[in-house]
């Protein structure tokens, strides 16, 4: 190991933790907040987005679920990997799953056709963001 190495490896890795668990939180505040979201006004947003009510309320349930397990992560100091790897291999699940239902199923209005790929986005990025994170914790 460098004298760089070893003199920077210390300062990087809790860095490394810290950026980690705050995408992690970030995700679970937006995948939760969605959730929330398609619970309470599955509706008036299904009317918006031009996708059933029954499939917001199904949706709603998995993403309160999930942004409740990914915040529970987030909270842990050093979240294991495994755990972490499962969260953005749902994430880009969630992104591609969603634009073939978009094409395939749904029956999207124009906010549809702007909201569905924006989220998909969103979700992907933090994909990236964790996995691009992660990759640089020593293992």
């Known amino acids: 190991m460098s004298a760089h190495t070893a003199a920077t490896a210390p300062r ?49 349930a998995v993403l309160a679920v999930f942004g409740l397990a990914v915040g529970l992560l987030a909270a842990r100091p050093r979240p294991p990997r495994t755990a972490v790897r499962a969260v953005i291999d749902i994430n880009l699940g969630w992104t591609v799953l969603s634009l073939v239902a978009m094409e395939l199923w749904f029956e999207p209005t124009t906010a549809g056709y702007v909201w569905i790929p ?10 990236v963001l964790q996995f691009t994170t992660l990759r640089r914790i020593p293992a």
């Open 12 to 60: 990087t890795a809790p860095a490394s933790w810290t950026a980690l668990r705050r995408f992690l939180a970030l995700d679970a505040v937006v995948s939760g907040g969605n959730g929330l979201a398609y619970l309470a006004f599955s509706g008036p947003l299904g009317d918006l987005l031009g996708v059933g009510r029954s499939t917001l309320l199904e949706l709603g």
């Open 118 to 127: 924006l989220q998909a986005a969103t979700v992907a990025g933090f994909a």
